[in-house]
């Protein structure tokens, strides 16, 4: 599977941006799928993810309620809508994907990443 992030840029606080990933290769239904971050001197970590029914999704408590995260398997990709952006959410994003449907959170669980889409929130 490969996977193509797209979506990313800059906003103010408060704005809103919607995240991409484009997946080739076959069975894109068969994979969780999730959002992860990076910040600047800090470690990776997960925004969402989703399985492959698109049945459970996990958020970070840190965007529950302001970002959302979905799929369409019809279409190969993966979107997060990111709301009520804050100047803390500014990182590169990778989009993963995973042929175990379960735990979601855990990066070591992935196993095709994406390369990275900056998003910056401007306060």
């Known amino acids: 599977v490969q996977l193509q992030a797209s979506g990313g840029g800059l906003a103010q606080t408060g704005g809103s941006l919607r995240l991409s990933c484009a997946a080739s290769?076959?069975?894109?239904?068969?994979?969780?799928m999730g959002w992860f971050r990076q910040a600047p001197g800090k470690e990776r970590e997960i925004v969402a993810a989703i399985t492959g029914n698109g049945a459970v999704n996990y958020y970070a408590d840190s965007v529950k309620g302001r970002f959302t995260l979905s799929r369409a398997n019809a279409e190969n990709t993966l979107y997060l809508q990111m709301n009520s952006l804050k100047p803390e959410d500014t990182a590169v994003y990778y989009c993963a994907a995973a042929r175990r449907q379960w735990p979601l959170s855990l990066s070591s669980v992935y196993d095709y990443w994406g390369q990275g889409t900056q998003v910056t929130v401007s306060s």
């Open positions: 290769g076959p069975s894109f239904s068969t994979y969780a």
